[in-house]
């Protein structure tokens, strides 16, 4: 070591520099910067917020609102750090009905960009002000009136003063990708509010304000901003409420394969926020709707008790703790299921309203050829394409026979399969029964172990139904835990169980050790048990019955050539 190097010493930064760190934590990129302007004209109780943005905001970013404004003499306090009227105390921090609370947002505009702005109160008695900041630094700061209340912010040439930050800007592309996500995310949560976003001098876009029974409305247009007017059939919609809790969905069976065009949205208390787990859970949930690798569009409003969520967990406020996790998934995967439900049963009603003649039906499979080529035209499957998405065309269908011997449904509960160039049809209740009814006794023989949820699978139970069959299901690789009267979560499932069919093989377990002291899983009451009780109106998504057809002796046990004396007997 040299002896002569001095000792660093250790000194307070200046204040400037404090800010520009500030800043840089803050405000990441332009998406960043418009999420904080808009949550605080929303604060201020606005009702319109007029946006325009240059370059993607980094030549100009003006926001314009009609929120209760300020006055002159708490305007300079706006651009200090840690300024703010949402808090008081540090209690406060867990009971905001606010979005912004850190009063960091301001100051670091202002450290790091010409910034203007003009406010007028609400009471036009008292005066505003304007105040002009540089770099950090104040050139102006005058009374100001006007006819009308609010604040307009305007912030030209963003990151000048921190040059460093520029570099790390992405594409025009992708900076405007982001931009537009955060703005729609305002649009959707915000309905009552209206929105003008104008790009540059060249596009702008207009979001009406609706009542909250009308949401739909801007979520179709978020969804769909290229059509006037949007089927029905094109977003479902489903809600669930526990206690204080609710959780509400809008989600599109139709998908898309490219990411920048879905839209993916969490909301606790309007709040934006990102959650890898609950979205996972969205996709996961969906699969019988999605194919795998895909996304249509989802919506996602959870309503919490404030006291019950902390928001005080990054900078950004983009990162979200819930007390009651295990409810809020519930709540999310329940209301998910019951609009698949729902949906499946118009789908029945639908096909049970209009049925093919045996004698037709039988002509139809006489007569055709069964070419990979013509199977599009031979049968239609049941998997949902509403109007306006892209075609299932031909090639799409040998692209899925490609990965999956599943080519469809004939009906809700009867697929049809491809093997070998032969045609076979397969009961769904009869593949499950002898799926669960092998895998478990092949569990027992073996013992097996059983493998951890990433996340824990709650769902209702009625009081007493299970809990004398804990043990049991224990034994059986399902680890149960009670969350209180009405709800149980799983832990731990065997490891042929996949997870979005977990609800229904364990229900229909608790319904079978409720009426039977047998356990012989390889026996044929509890097949029989398991393909009268298996749920229908959950669909299994085709990756999923794929996934289990992959099995030789199943396949013998539940294929059925498709001929016309195995169609009389299945059918």
């Not at 003006?62 to 540090?90: C, V």
């Not at 699969?287 to 895909?294: K, L, S």
């Not at 009651?324 to 009603?349: M, Q």
Request: glycine residues 4%; aromatic residues 10%; negative net charge.
């Amino acid at each position: 070591m040299n002896k002569d190097r001095s000792t660093p010493q250790i000194e307070i930064l200046p204040e400037h520099i404090i800010d520009q760190i500030k800043a840089g934590e803050v405000l990441e990129r332009p998406a960043s910067l418009i999420k904080e302007l808009i949550e605080n004209s929303l604060d201020a109780g606005s009702t319109e917020i007029n946006i325009h943005l240059v370059e993607n905001g980094l030549d100009l970013l003006s926001i314009e609102d009609n929120g209760h404004g300020m006055s002159f003499e708490s305007l300079p306090y706006a651009f200090l750090r840690h300024a703010t009227s949402k808090l008081k105390t540090y209690e406060d921090l867990y009971r905001l009905h606010s979005f912004g609370f850190r009063g960091e947002a301001l100051a670091s505009v202002a450290a790091s960009a010409r910034l203007s702005c003009t406010t007028q109160p609400i009471n036009l008695d008292e005066a505003g002000g304007k105040i002009i900041i540089h770099g950090g630094a104040q050139d102006l700061l005058i009374p100001y009136r006007s006819s009308t209340h609010g604040t307009s912010l305007y912030i030209k040439d963003l990151f000048y003063n921190t040059p460093a930050r520029l570099k790390f800007i992405k594409s025009k592309v992708s900076e405007k990708s982001a931009l537009k996500k955060m703005l729609y995310a305002f649009v959707l949560s915000n309905s009552q509010t209206f929105f003008s976003i104008k790009w540059d001098e060249k596009e702008r876009e207009i979001f009406k304000s609706v009542s909250p029974d009308d949401t739909h409305k801007r979520v179709e247009q978020v969804f769909f901003p290229k059509r006037s007017n949007c089927a029905e059939s094109e977003i479902w919609n489903a809600s669930e409420f526990y206690q204080d809790y609710k959780v509400e969905v809008f989600f599109t069976p139709g998908t898309s394969t490219t990411p920048q065009y879905r839209h993916h949205y969490l909301f606790a208390n309007n709040r934006f926020f990102q959650d890898k787990s609950l979205h996972q859970s969205v996709l996961r949930t969906l699969e019988p709707i999605w194919r795998f690798g895909e996304s249509g569009h989802y919506m996602v409003k959870i309503t919490v008790p404030t006291e019950e969520v902390d928001v005080n967990v990054h900078p950004n406020k983009t990162q979200i703790k819930f007390l009651k996790s295990d409810v809020i998934y519930s709540l999310l995967v329940t209301s998910l299921r019951g609009a698949l439900k729902a949906h499946a049963k118009e789908s029945s009603t639908t096909f049970a309203n209009e049925p093919m003649k045996q004698e037709q039906f039988f002509t139809r499979v006489e007569n055709q050829s069964f070419d990979l080529m013509n199977m599009n035209s031979g049968y239609q499957t049941f998997e949902h394409r509403p109007t306006g998405s892209a075609a299932f065309t031909s090639q799409n269908h040998m692209q899925m026979q490609s990965s999956s011997p599943i080519l469809g449904f004939i009906s809700p509960s009867i697929i049809l399969v491809t093997l070998e160039n032969k045609f076979y049809i397969a009961d769904i209740k009869k593949i499950m029964a002898e799926y669960v009814s092998t895998s478990l006794a092949e569990f027992i023989k073996k013992d097996e172990l059983s493998g951890p949820l990433l996340i824990s699978e709650p769902f209702k139970v009625p009081l007493g139904k299970i809990d004398s069959h804990f043990e049991d299901l224990k034994d059986l690789g399902f680890d149960l835990d009670r969350l209180n009267s009405e709800v149980i979560a799983l832990r731990t499932l065997p490891r042929f169980v996949p997870q979005n069919i977990s609800r229904d093989i364990t229900n229909c377990l608790i319904q079978y050790f409720e009426q039977s002291k047998v356990s012989q899983f390889d026996s044929l009451e509890f097949k029989s048990f398991i393909e009268t009780r298996w749920p229908l109106d959950n669909p299994i998504a085709t990756h999923t019955l794929t996934n289990i057809l992959d099995n030789d002796y199943l396949k013998n046990l539940v294929l059925v050539l498709l001929e016309d004396k195995n169609l009389k007997r299945l059918l």
